[in-house]
Structures are given as C-alpha cells and as structure tokens.
C-alpha cells in the first residue's frame, strides 16, 4: 500500500528568501560603517569590532575542534553535527581573515603596548619580538594559516 499525502498543497517553496543572508550581512557591514563615522572616538568601534570578531573566531574554532576531535578519535556520536561544524568552521578562511582587517588598522588603537618603544614591565620586556607591529602581524598571520 501506498501511504496517501496528508494535503494537497505545494511543497513549501523558500526560493524568495535565498538572498536573505547576504542582504543581512549587508545591512551589518553598513551599520557597522555608520557606527564608525558617527562615533568621534575611534576607539569605541575599534574594541566593539574586536568583542564581535572575538566571540565569532570562537565560535569557529570551536567547530574546528569538534571536527577534529571527531577525526582524531572515529566518533561515532558526533557524525549528526559533523557537517555542521565542518561549514562552520570553513568560514575561519577567507571570512574571518576578511574580518580581521579593521582589527589590523585600528591595532595600535586597541592594543596600547604597540605605541611603546621601550617595554617597562618584565613580561613584556620577555615576549619583545612577539609584542612589536611586525610581530603581531606575522603572529597574526601564522594564526590564519595555521587554523
């Protein structure tokens, strides 16, 4: 026996609703413009930028761990979540190196030790050839190409 459809109705088709997500990001990228020419300081976009970059590159690499741990030990109950977390953590490369761009320019406004010629704290004076601009970015760098 062949079971019989509960209606009669279409298949729910959700094509209109397939720009949605660029059109957000959109809209985000634009208020996120519009919150650092209106602002006079700088500095509140810049660690804003920084908080958000933050919690997204975690939430990321958190993925990138799940799937590794998934590989690593052949689970078994990870298998329903593993592609999720596969195309989460894809967008550690080129999105979020993309949306580390505005931290790259506004670095020497959030992090305070990179106007620091000479190092007065000892931990700091240990780490110099990681706490200097050129460091930071070839850390930076390495992080990307690593992850």
């Known amino acids: 026996m062949t079971p019989k459809p509960a209606s009669n109705q279409p298949p729910l088709n959700l094509a209109k609703y397939r720009n949605l997500p660029a059109l957000l990001m959109a809209g985000g990228g634009l208020v996120a413009l519009i ?17 958000a970059f933050m919690l997204c590159l975690s939430l990321c690499l958190g993925a990138l761990f799940l799937v590794i741990a998934h590989h690593l030990f052949d689970a078994g109950w990870s298998v329903p979540i593993r592609r999720f977390c596969e195309h989460i953590a894809s967008l550690l490369f080129p999105s979020m190196a993309i949306l580390f761009i505005p931290i790259a320019i506004f670095a020497k406004t959030i992090f305070e030790w990179m106007d620091q010629l000479g190092h007065p704290n000892h931990a700091l004076k240990a780490k110099s050839p990681l706490f200097t601009v050129p460091g930071f970015y070839v850390a930076a760098a390495i992080c990307f190409g690593v992850w």
């Open 35 to 51: 919150g650092l020419f209106a602002t006079r300081d700088h500095k509140v976009f810049a660690y804003s930028w920084l908080v």
